[in-house]
C-alpha cells in the first residue's frame, strides 16, 4: 500500500499540508520549485521529480499559485496515471472561463479522481499544530476519505463533501468577500453593518455558485461562510490585507505592493460580475467590490451604493 | 466477424443465466426486502392487468404470505428461482441462420415493403437502402475495436425504427451483431418481432418495476459486456419525445461497463469495453406525431410504453420508407468516437489516450492500493462523468438535415410573429401564418449559414449536400418529405410563399437542432 502522501509545492501551504499529514502518522514526499530544502522534518523528504513522487504516493496534494498550475498539472501530469488521486488546495478559478482547478487537472493529467481543499484552514496553524479546521471535496467517496485519513489529527478536523464545484467556487468568492471585510474595516464600518454586508455578499456568492453548478448550501458551511468569520475573528489572510490597503485608498500596484503576496481577487471579481451579468443574477456587493478595486469609486460612494436599496 | 461471440450464444446461454442469478443472489443485502418488493410490486400491477397472468398473480400472493415466515435459507431459495426465472425470461436467443438470412432478407423485406407488386426491385433492396442511409464516423477503427473488446453501441434514440435502421448499419459496415435490449412490448409487432428475437436482442419487460429484475436486467447486461458481447444501449432510455438531442442519460445500464471491465480484471482475463457515441438522424421519424404531443401534454414519463403508436401500423412504415427511398441521405447515422468507460479518447489498437494525448492504463482507474476494486459510488462517478462525455459527442456529431433547418427557419418566423409568447400560445398560430418564399429563403439562409459556421468549429455536421445547397432546395426537400407522410401538412406551398401549418411537427424538426442554439430550446429558460 501507498501509504505515503505527495505535496507539489514547497510554498506555505505546500508545507503547512505536509505538516499535517506528518502529523497524522504518515510518511510525506513533497516537490517544490525551489531546490532548497523547504522543511526539515524526518518524514517529509524532498523529492526533484515528479516521477518519483508518484511512484511513492497515490494522493498528491497540489498547493502551487493558480498562475502555475496548468503547467505544473501539465508536468505532474506526465508521471501519474489513473490510479492516483489529486486534490489541490488553490483558491481561484482559472481564466476568463471561470474554470474550476480540478477541471485544469482533469485536463492536463489522466486522473480521474480529483478534490479540492477548503475552508478556513490556516497554514501558520497547520505548521505549529494549532487546532484548525478544512473541508475536502470530491465527487469520489474514496478520495474524500483517503484526504481524510492522510490529515486528519487530533489538532485538525477535516469535514468532507461531494460539492466539489462548492467547494471550489465557495473558496474562491469567499476570498473575494475577504477583501470587502479589510476594506469595510479599515474605514470603520460597525461590526453589525459590516456582518450584514458580508452576508449579503455570501448570498451573491451562492446564487454565483449555483449558476455554475453548485449546491448553494456549500457557501454557508465549513467550506463557505466558515472562512469569513475566521478573516473576520481575526485570521491574517492577504485578502484582508488587501481590502485594508484600499481603504487607506492605495490601488492596483501600490496596494498589492503593501500586501507582498499575490491575491487572486483583483483578477476574480470583474469576472465574476461578468459571470453574474451574463446570467441575469444581481450581485451589488460584488459590483461594488469590482468598482472599489478599480479604484471608480471612493468610501463615501462605496458605502452609500452599498447601503442603498436597488 | 463470424468469430463474434454472439455467434454462440446459444450454446452459452445456459451458463450466462446461471452466471446471472448467482451473481443477483450473491450480491443480495437483505432477501427479504427484494421479495418483498417484487412481490408488491407484481401484486399491484398484475391486479389492475391481470390479462392471462393469473397463475402469476396467484403466485406472487402467495409469496407475500409466507415470505415472512420462511427462513433465511428457503428465501435465498426463492431468490434464486425468481432470479433465474426471471433471467431465462429476459435471455435472447441468436440465430445465425437468421442472421444470414436476415442480412440478405431485410433488404428485400423492406424493398417488398416499399414496392410490393414489384418483385424485380426485391432484388435491388440492399442497392436501395444502401443509398437512403449513409453512415459516417471511424470505421476502421471501430473494426479494428472489435477484435480488441467489447464494443457497447450508445445511441440517440428517436424511434422504433432505430434498432432495425441501426443493426443493418453495422453489418453493412463489417462490424459484428450487437445484443440489446428492447422492451418486451415490441416483441408482439410482427414486423419488427423477428428480426429482433433471432438477432441477440434481449427482452426488457418495462412493466416490471421492481429492484430485483432491474438487477437482474443489470447483470446481464454486464456479464454479456464481459463475455465479449458486442452491445447496444439506447441510453436516453425510452425514445426521445421532444426530438432535442439527448442531454441527460440514464445511467443503469451504461454502468455495467466498468463493473464488467474491472471483473475481467480480478479474474486476470482483461476485457477491454468502448463506447461508441452514434446519432441517428431522420429526415422523417416515424413516429413524430405520437412523439411531440406526448411530450407537449407532459405525459411522457407516464406513456413510456406507447402500445398505440405510427410503428404498430404497417403502412405507416410503409407510407414512411417509400418516402424515404425517394430521398438519398434519408437517414444518416454518424458514429463518433470510442472512448473506455472513463471517457478517454481510444486508438485503432486500444490505447486509452488522455486529453493531453498520452497513453494512459484504463486498468489504473480502477485501481486501490495496488488491487483491482470493485466500488459502486466509485463507479457511479466513472459513469455520470461518461454520460456527460457521450452527451457532448452527440451535440458535436449531430447531423442537420434539410427538415430540421426548414423547420427551425419556420419555427423563427413564427415567433418572431408573436414576440414574448409562450410555446403553447405559439403553437395554437396552425394555419395562420404565412411565410413569402423570399423569407423563407432568407430565413434558411441564415440558420444553414449559422449550422455552417457550427460544423467549421466541430460543433455540429451539416447532411451530405447540406452545405452547398440552396435554400429554395432545402425548403423543396422538406416540403417534399412532409407532405404525403404527416397527416396534416407541416408546410403548404401557396401563392408567393407557404402557409405553416401543423406547429407540432414544425416544433419536433427543429428541436433536433435546440442543443446546437440554432433552434429553440424548449425546456431552456432564458429563450
Redesign the interface.
Known sequence: ??NTIGVVGGGRWGVALAHAAHRAGREVVLWSRRSEKAVALDGIEQVDGFRTLAARA?LVLVAVPSEVVRDVA?QL??AI???HYVVHGIRGLSGEGLTPISEVI?????C??VGALGGPGVADDLIAGRPGVLAVAS????VTHAVRDALESPSLRVSITPDLTGVEWASALIGCLLVAAGFGRSIGVSPGVLAGLLTRGVHEASRIGAAAGAEASTFFSVAGIADVMAALAGDERPEVRLGAALGDGLFGEAARARVGQRVEAPTLVPRVVAFAKER?IDVPVFRTLAAAMAGTMNRDEILATLMSRG | MRDAPIFHFNDERESIVEEVASRVVGAARDPLLLLNDAAYNEIKRLEAHPGNERAEYQRFRELARTVGRMSDADRVARLDELSRRYARDVAGNFDPRVFSLSTKVLPRALTMLLAPKDFSLAEEGSRLLQKHLITQGPMDTLRALAKRGTLVFVPTHSSNLDSVVFGFALEREGLPPVSYGAGKNLFTNPMLSYFMQNLGAYKVDRRIRHELYKEVLKTYSAVLIERGYHSLFFPGGTRCRSNVVEERLKLGLMGTGVEAFTRSLRRKRPQRVFFVPATINYLLTLEASTLIEDYLAETGRNRYIIEDDESTQIDRIVTLLRKLSRTSGSIVIRFGQPMDPFTNRVTADGRSLDARGRTVDPASYVMRDGEYVLDDARDAQYTRELGEAICRSYARETVALPTSLVAAATFAKLRDMYPGADLFSLLRHRDEVFVPADELSRRVADVTAKARALEDTDRLVLAPGVRHARPEELIDESVRAWSGYHTRPVLTRTDGGFMIGETNLVLYYQNRLAVSGIGFHPARKGH
Open positions: 500500500m501507498r497515490t501539465r501530469g506526465d496515471d489513473g490510479s482533469r485536463e492536463e493529467t489522466p480521474r479522481r465527487r469520489f467517496p474514496e441575469r
